[in-house]
């Protein structure tokens, strides 16, 4: 069974310092694995998705990497602001379901 | 294009009775999976539709139960409800043509009292 796990639970940090955010899951079989976003009482908001043939993707101040033999991703998020402050979720897909970790929750001070 | 839609989004039942949610993906997409997300055991997968077969199911009693139409649109239904139900119901949609994106609605919060 899949098992994922993010590291830390909780974050704050000033406003400008970069964020790091990591992700590790047990069974290197995915298929991908994917970077979300949730505000609270909110639906999932896709941020990136790396392909499991894929080291990393980019989409502006976001950066995504995956080691896919140490079952490792981490999510940067550069030059924070407050409006990045919501939960951030890691998922990995196999078999057309996706395992998530239990999440990031990121607060920026301003 | 419109976002993945899911009706009712609010809904508040008693024990014993049964729900219908219902989730319309993003058109074009022919994938529509569910998840179950708590305070406690935060999101588990439902289960996952491609064009109107069930490919996967979670770990879930036998009183989930889901359905996708020829449309792509999916309905889930939960029989006998209990307390336990309660939860945030989320639906994603995916293309499923090499781009396995997965793009989720807003949920249905489900209540049971």
């Known amino acids: 069974k899949q098992e994922v796990t993010q590291i830390p639970a909780a974050l704050s940090v000033p406003e400008g310092e970069n964020l790091v955010l990591n992700c590790s899951f047990t069974d290197s079989a995915i298929y991908n694995l994917q970077w979300f976003r949730q505000d609270p009482g909110k639906g999932l908001t896709s941020l990136l998705l790396?392909?499991?043939?894929?080291r990393e993707q980019t989409s502006g101040r976001l950066n995504a990497s995956l080691d896919k033999s140490s079952g490792r991703s981490t999510l940067y998020i550069a030059a924070s602001q407050p409006g990045d402050s919501a939960t951030y979720l890691c998922a990995v897909e196999d078999d057309y379901k996706l395992s998530f970790g239990a999440g990031t929750t990121v607060t920026v001070r301003a | 294009k419109a976002g993945v839609t899911q009706t009712p989004r609010y809904l508040i039942k008693t024990r014993g009775q049964q729900v219908t949610l219902s989730c319309s993906p993003i058109?074009?997409?022919?994938?529509v999976s569910w998840y179950q997300q708590t305070p406690g055991q935060g999101l588990q997968f439902l289960f996952e539709y491609f064009s109107e077969t069930q490919r996967n199911k979670g770990n879930f009693p036998g009183r989930f139960s889901g359905r996708q139409f020829s449309n792509s649109r999916s309905e889930m239904n939960v029989s006998t409800l209990e307390l336990g139900d309660s939860a945030l119901y989320l639906c994603?949609?995916?293309?499923?043509?090499?781009?396995?994106?997965?793009?989720f609605g807003p949920g249905t919060r489900l209540l049971v009292l």
């Open positions: 058109s074009g997409h022919r994938s």
């Open positions: 994603a949609s995916s293309p499923a043509t090499g781009d396995e994106t997965q793009y």
């Open positions: 790396i392909q499991s043939s894929q």
